[in-house]
Structure formats: structure tokens, C-alpha cells
């Protein structure tokens, strides 16, 4: 398998600073987007945090990390669980460092974590920043948002359209570092030769529409284009917030991934 791996950060055009944060490495298949709540002291330490702890729990093992109570769910994978404690591991870490010093009281941040193991992708979620699936002609989306106007919609109190016009849309009922334990959002699924990820900010996602988003990611195959242009897309709009793009093109076809890497070793 090749994953094919772009991935960007841009202040946007409203914020006096950038408060996402992200990881995003095709060799090991670990793909994470975070935002620092909005109006929190120090969004982007938690951000930042949040992402290192996770990438490094995932990567090197939990020895080292303070320990944390968590159940483990027995309908997902023990990757997927993994990832689950890495998440809480990190909301732990985060909240203790905020109650200790008062430069970091009230830090929190969302979370957004993608991890393909061979053809098993597992995600784990807390908040409203986003996991899409690309495939085919199709745009999914993965993660159920974690904000006020999303619960609403979902209760059926509220339609899409009124959503547009409420001014609460960043209001985050669920983040990490905000209390000693976070409720994560878990799934899993197969990952298909041709698939395409796309995690982001809400930056993104307020200021394009998904069809854009579905256009803008079948017209190339340059995974750091594909963010560039995206970017680019959510500032003319407005660029209200910091816009987080990552990309993953998901190749399975050995012939596909001899030629890709031959590609890329003539171009260094």
C-alpha cells in the first residue's frame, strides 16, 4: 500500500494567531487534526499537545505516559482502541496542565484521528473537526460534529438551512482538556484502492461546500496542491478561522505503488 500524504495550516484571515495543529505521515498510516477552541486561553499549547502526546503514544507505546482508566470496547479492534487511549491519555495531560498554571487554565482543543493499519482504517474523534472519505464520486462524511447546532440538527430541533443562521455554530460541547475524562467518538472501516481522506478545521468546512471540496480533490493528485487550493478556496470565502487541510490518497495496487515509488526516488 502507498499513502500518498499532503498536508497544511493557515491562519485564515480573521485570527490574530493559529490555534490548529496537525500530524500527518504516510509511512506510518497516523493522520491527526486538532483546533484549539476558540476564545480559550492558550487553544494552540492544547492543540499542539494534543497532537505530539497522541502521534507519540501511537507510535513509540505508552511507556512513559501517566496511566488512565478506560473501557475497552470490545466491536473495534484493538488498534482502534489504541487510539481511543491515546486520545485520553492526551485530554489528561492537557487538563492537568491547565489546572496548574494559570496562563493555561480553561486550554482545550478538538481532535481528529485517522489511522490506516494495512487496509483497516480507525478513527477516534472528540469535537467538531472532521474525517471525510472520498470515493469514487462520493464525499462522507466520517465523524459526527460535537457542537450545539450539530445536536440540535440531529435531535431534529433545528434544519440545516436554520443552522446556517443560528450564531452558535462554534459552540463545542465536547474537546479535550476541558475536564479529567472525555466521552470519544469511535469507528472503523475498509479502506478501498482509490480512497481518499480528508481531515480538517472547521475552517474548511464552514467556508467550502462539499461538492467544492469533492471537485477540488478529483482534479489532482498532488496531495499538497489539493491543500493549497483549499486553502486558498476557504479565504476568498472569508477565512473567518484557521483552515486545516490534510490529504491521504490510498493506493493498493502493487503495480501502482512500484511506479509511484520509482517516481518519487527520480525526483529527489
Not at 482545550?108 to 472520498?134: K, M, Q
Request: charged residues 25%; contains cysteine.
Amino acid at each position: 500500500m502507498v499513502l500518498d500524504v499532503g498536508g497544511k495550516t493557515d491562519i485564515g484571515l480573521r485570527r490574530s494567531k493559529n490555534e490548529d495543529y496537525f500530524y500527518a505521515e504516510g509511512s506510518n498510516g497516523l493522520f491527526i487534526v486538532a483546533d484549539g477552541v476558540g476564545g480559550s486561553a492558550s487553544g494552540d499549547v492544547a492543540s499542539k499537545m494534543a497532537v505530539e502526546l497522541i502521534r507519540d503514544y501511537i507510535v513509540n507505546g505508552e511507556k512513559g505516559f501517566e496511566p488512565v482508566e478506560a473501557e475497552y470496547r470490545q466491536e473495534y479492534s484493538f488498534t482502534t482502541n489504541k487510539i481511543a487511549m491515546a486520545v485520553k491519555v492526551a485530554n489528561k495531560a492537557i487538563n492537568n496542565a491547565s489546572s496548574k498554571s494559570p496562563q493555561l487554565n480553561g486550554m482545550a482543543t478538538t481532535i481528529v484521528v485517522a489511522l490506516i493499519t494495512d487496509d483497516r482504517l480507525s478513527i477516534a474523534h472528540a469535537g467538531d473537526s472532521r474525517l471525510y472519505l472520498i470515493r469514487g464520486d462520493t464525499i462522507e462524511q466520517l465523524t459526527d460534529d460535537h457542537s450545539l447546532v450539530a445536536e440540535q440538527i440531529r435531535k431534529g430541533l433545528m434544519s440545516q438551512e436554520e443552522a446556517k443562521e443560528v450564531g452558535m455554530r462554534n459552540v463545542i460541547t465536547r474537546s479535550l482538556g476541558y475536564s479529567s475524562d472525555v466521552e470519544v467518538d469511535l469507528g472503523e472501516l475498509t479502506i478501498y484502492d482509490g480512497d481518499v481522506l480528508l481531515l480538517c478545521s472547521d475552517g474548511l468546512y464552514t467556508m467550502v461546500p462539499e461538492n467544492s471540496m469533492l471537485r477540488t480533490i478529483k482534479s489532482s493528485y498532488n496531495p499538497n496542491e489539493v491543500c493549497d487550493r483549499l486553502i486558498e478556496f476557504a479565504n476568498k470565502k472569508g477565512g473567518r478561522d484557521n483552515i486545516t487541510v490534510v490529504i491521504a490518497y490510498v493506493y493498493k495496487k502493487r503495480w501502482y505503488s512500484f511506479l509511484y515509488n520509482l517516481f518519487k526516488r527520480r525526483r529527489r
